[in-house]
């Protein structure tokens, strides 16, 4: 008995030694096991910015990815057995447990960083923003005298002059005409007659807004670099589809553009400073859009020549014809128009010179006769009407061929506005909000033609004086 009491003392260690090891080992293998399915974390404590992100969690379902879920460029399509469908292989989407908010709820987000097998997923780029309005960056507004910045350099626009808006009184009475058709019988020893000035009946009241009209008209040098910029060619089509000008040919001897099939050039020297004529109303339009202005509208030119207020006047100097300050027929047909710097004795007020004869002046509005019968009384800016009833467009000022009668500033004549004529041109005008006009006085100083740089007209012959 002593000898069995002894020998399950001196065992006790043993078996307490077996319990041990047996209880270290279950729980290893225990900490393994959970180790291996992610459910114990061995490392450094997690740290609370870490912890805020909340934990990852594998969701493995049968649903395909959507397309935007993985990079195109490295997802690869999983192989499926024969006669089994694709959709039927699974794929794991992974999302992101953000931590519990306030009100005791997850919200969980697809994972924008990894897809199930890692590869980085590639973001679509963010649209930019839809512009609101039209885009004007590539046609910016035009300084007076200056070139616009996509434009040659040997196109160098007339000087603009600021003209201060206000109502004047548009059109002639019945007395002006009668005046106008008497002188012109006696004084011109012309022959005209009162339906001529008809379409200018009745006088009506218009209110023009602040614009600005160029001081000179278009020139030849200014014109013929416009046609070099357009290119090879463009005088045939390229304003508005239809024809830019007459070149000097057979047909059109009174036109002193020439095209040689690579340029254009001038075909007498004296007309470098002259207006241009023999150009059509879409030529004159695609000039003044293409330096990044326009063509005045009828009721714009008239005030610019008439004036406004105490200050109405039949010509742009006066209320009496000089034939020193204007280029007409009488009193004598000088053969042909003079610079566009010519006549200053003959400006308005505001420094515009040839207002009154030289060329006549293309502008924007279609010719009806009838329009100032049923124009609106009191109109602000009025453009005419929508359409010519004989397809014609208004030409202002008369000419170096006309009688003064067509050079009183309430004279209104037309013209197809496909058709070239020798004895029209025009001028350019531009909204003052979208210009910075040049003052009469810094104009003329800048050079007899108010030209702030020579333009490039190559290859021009040495002729000296204009044919008669």
């Not at 808006?165 to 007659?193: I, L, N, P, W, Y």
């Not at 005419?384 to 170096?400: C, H």
């Not at 029209?424 to 007899?448: I, K």
């Given at each position: 008995m002593s000898s069995l009491r002894g020998r399950t003392r001196d065992s006790s260690w043993q078996w307490l030694l077996i319990g041990i090891v047996l209880g270290l080992g279950c729980s290893g293998v225990m900490c393994l096991a959970l180790y291996a399915v992610n459910y114990l974390h061995i490392g450094p404590p997690t740290t609370p910015d870490t912890a805020a992100l909340g934990t990852t969690v594998l969701v493995v379902t049968t649903t395909p990815l959507p397309a935007t879920a993985t990079s195109p460029a490295t997802a690869s399509p999983a192989p499926t057995k024969a006669g089994s469908s694709a959709n039927a292989a699974p794929t794991v989407t992974v999302f992101q447990v953000l931590p519990t908010t306030d009100s005791g709820t997850n919200v969980s987000v697809p994972n924008p960083t990894a897809t199930f097998d890692g590869t980085p997923i590639t973001s679509a780029p963010t649209p930019a923003p839809t512009k609101v309005g039209p885009d004007t960056s590539a046609n910016p507004p035009v300084s007076g005298g200056t070139t616009v910045a996509?434009?040659?350099?040997?196109?160098?626009?007339?000087?603009?002059?600021?003209?201060?808006?206000?109502?004047?009184?548009?059109?002639?009475?019945?007395?002006?005409?009668?005046?106008?058709?008497?002188?012109?019988?006696?004084?011109?020893?012309?022959?005209?007659?009162?339906?001529?000035?008809?379409?200018?009946?009745p006088p009506h009241q218009v209110y023009i807004n602040n614009f600005s009209l160029e001081q000179y008209e278009v020139s030849y040098d200014q014109y013929i670099a416009f046609l070099n910029y357009l290119g090879p060619s463009s005088h045939l089509k390229q304003c508005g589809g239809f024809p830019c000008a007459a070149m000097n040919d057979a047909s059109h001897q009174a036109s002193y553009i020439k095209f040689n099939g690579t340029q254009y050039t001038l075909t007498n020297a004296i007309y470098h400073n002259r207006p241009v004529a023999n150009v059509t109303w879409y030529g004159a339009d695609t000039y003044c859009k293409t330096i990044g202005r326009r063509l005045p509208s009828e009721a714009e030119w008239e005030y610019a020549a008439r004036g406004s207020g105490q200050s109405e006047r039949l010509y742009p100097w006066g209320n009496d014809w000089d034939p020193t300050k204007a280029r007409t027929s009488r009193p004598k047909n000088e053969g042909g128009p003079d610079t566009v710097d010519a006549f200053k004795t003959g400006s308005t007020p505001e420094g515009i010179l040839n207002l009154a004869g030289n060329v006549a002046e293309w502008v924007n509005d279609w010719y009806d006769p009838g329009y100032y019968k049923n124009v609106p009384p009191n109109?602000?800016?009025?453009?005419?009407?929508?359409?010519?009833?004989?397809?014609?467009?208004?030409?202002?000022?008369?000419?170096?061929?006309?009688?003064?009668?067509?050079?009183?500033?309430?004279?209104?004549?037309?013209?197809?506005?496909?058709?070239?004529?020798?004895?029209?041109?025009?001028?350019?005008?531009?909204?003052?909000?979208?210009?910075?006009?040049?003052?009469?006085?810094?104009?003329?100083?800048?050079?007899?033609?108010?030209?702030?740089q020579p333009l490039t007209v190559p290859d021009q012959p040495t002729e000296t004086s204009a044919p008669r």
């Open positions: 996509t434009l040659a350099p040997s196109i160098v626009p007339s000087p603009l002059i600021p003209l201060t808006g206000g109502s004047f009184t548009m059109g002639t009475t019945t007395k002006e005409m009668q005046q106008a058709v008497d002188d012109c019988a006696t004084r011109d020893k012309g022959h005209c007659d009162i339906n001529m000035a008809s379409d200018a009946f109109g602000i800016d009025p453009t005419g009407p929508t359409s010519g009833s004989n397809g014609t467009k208004v030409a202002r000022g008369g000419s170096w061929d006309a009688l003064p009668f067509f050079a009183r500033a309430v004279q209104r004549q037309d013209f197809d506005p496909a058709g070239v004529f020798p004895a029209v041109g025009f001028r350019c005008a531009a909204d003052q909000n979208l210009s910075q006009p040049t003052s009469a006085a810094g104009a003329s100083s800048s050079g007899s033609s108010g030209q702030t």
